[in-house]
């Protein structure tokens, strides 16, 4: 069932979407507790809204773009700025941001071409969740962290994952283009 524009997945892809300002504006104050406070509500929204769409029935169109744009928006927004103060390596941020570009992009040629709404993959959601994990392992101040260096695991177990999820991306793109299986992406 198609559900509304206004409902509650999308309330919570929004809300990621403008928590990205406050918690780039309280971590740059200095203000690491409310900054871990809100990337916490922002990674459990992400988890939350697609689960609260099927459980409502209200998987929408919009969700279906809006919840990937703001996975997008956040990863490359916390990218640049921990690029800024020298915390992520250039060639992370880059590889980051154009897959991100090209999925984005890819979706919305299938979108115009074949009028197929592509969603996201597992492979996807995993790779957002391991960026997810080090940018928390960054942003919380824990000993734990930097003594088994957890930020940099996460860092290659996300390069890992977002490499395998761009391919399965591009082989859902190509089957669409060629007309086979996947429509229902």
């Excluded at 990674?43 to 744009?69: C, H, Q, Y």
């Excluded at 020298?86 to 919305?108: M, N, Q, T």
């Excluded at 592509?118 to 790779?127: D, M, N, V």
Aim: glycine share 6%.
């Amino acid at each position: 069932m198609e559900g509304h524009i206004f409902n509650l997945p999308n309330f919570l892809s929004l809300l990621r979407i403008i928590l990205i300002p406050w918690f780039l504006y309280f971590y740059h104050s200095g203000n690491f507790t409310v900054a871990i406070v809100l990337m916490i509500i922002a990674v459990l929204s992400d988890w939350f809204d697609g689960r609260a769409a099927r459980w409502t029935n209200e998987v929408s169109e919009m969700g279906k773009i809006l919840d990937p744009l703001a996975d997008k928006l956040c990863l490359a927004s916390a990218a640049l700025y921990f690029l800024w103060i020298g915390k992520l390596p250039l060639w992370f941020v880059l590889f980051a941001i154009l897959r991100d570009v090209l999925i984005f992009s890819g979706a919305a040629y299938i979108r115009y071409r074949h009028s197929v709404l592509t969603t996201s993959l597992w492979p996807g959601k995993w790779a957002v969740g391991f960026v997810s994990m080090m940018f928390i392992t960054m942003v919380w101040p824990h000993p734990f962290f930097n003594r088994y260096h957890l930020q940099e695991f996460f860092m290659y177990l996300s390069v890992l994952m977002l490499f395998y999820s761009f391919v399965e991306y591009c082989v859902r793109f190509y089957r669409i283009q060629k007309g086979g299986g996947d429509m229902q992406a």
